[in-house]
């Protein structure tokens, strides 16, 4: 369900007007672009570790829980102030290692349910807007070129894992969120989204080091509001940094670092967006539940935001492997 709550004042003021649509659409439309732009910073996920070696027969299921919330720093001449939003995500995901021409690979598959409200100023005009539903699906494919080869559980066990790990990756974010062409602001995004990536992953005694390199390439979306204009993104470029410590066996801890830039929007070809350039900075720690479930519970927060989200997040999942038997 998508409600519009907007402030009494407003909602009179719009009650009056001879063209409501026309009178409220400058100030929304005016949030609507920081907003679009919060959410590509949102997408700016921490993960340490991703290309960790795991024996090829690897299930994985995860439940997580995710809060997100802060405020968008905005370009200078757009005439708007005290943008803030709170999203809430829950997620289920799935995973499985297999072998593909001899190489280490992983699938990944989650679905996200997302609500949350964002509030925003224009001079004197003030309202906040909730939506709540299902986000895009997003699908993930990798594969490890180097260090680690296609194992069995068995293998596995008997190998020191000390190599350099080089990797390649495809994330996919498919438009199956909740979409409306009639509202500017939506969960879904309409729009497919692919994100190739290059990952070295360096193991030093108990250190592990990450380094990661993608550029997300964003389809139109010809349906954005009213219904019949297309919203157009420029490529978005990001560079990840982590440095993890085994403390003991399934229990490690991480420092996270990521910067992001570009992406710029453009509605019906008209004067871009200010391009973002910004940086994160955040904690991972993931211990160990029972024999085969552990938990993990990350922090993040902007250092730095140009022009975009400057979000606190919180998240912890719940994960459960099991392995098939050679």
Known sequence: MQVLFLRRDVLEAESHSPNPTKERFPFWATIVMTVLIACSASAQELEPRAYSPSPVGTGFLVFGFAQSSGGVTLDPTIPVTNVRGTF????????????????????TASLPYAWGRISGQVGEQAGSITRSGIANTKLRVSVNLHGVPAMSPRQFAATSHQDIIVAVSLAVDAPSGQYDKTK??????????????????YPFRKFYFDVYAGASLFSDNTSFYP????????????????????????????????????????????????????????????????????????????????????????????????????
């Open 88 to 107: 809430n995500t829950p997620v289920v995901g799935l995973g499985q290692t297999f072998g593909l021409f001899g190489r280490q690979s992983l699938i």
């Open 184 to 201: 500017l602001i939506n969960l879904g995004t309409n729009r497919w989204a692919f994100k190739p990536e290059l990952g070295v992953s």
């Open 227 to 326: 219904g019949n204009s297309t919203r157009t993104q420029d490529t978005l470029s990001a560079i990840q940094a982590h440095v993890s410590y085994a403390i003991r066996p399934r229990l490690w801890a991480a420092f996270d670092a990521t910067w992001y830039g570009g992406g710029a929007v453009r509605v019906n070809r008209g004067p871009p967006s200010e391009r973002q350039s910004n940086s994160r900075l955040g904690g991972t720690v993931s211990f160990p539940l029972a024999k085969q479930q552990s938990v993990k519970v990350s922090y993040s927060s902007g250092v730095s935001a140009r022009v975009g989200a400057n979000f606190r997040t919180l998240a912890v999942s719940w994960q459960y492997v099991w392995f098939e038997k050679h």
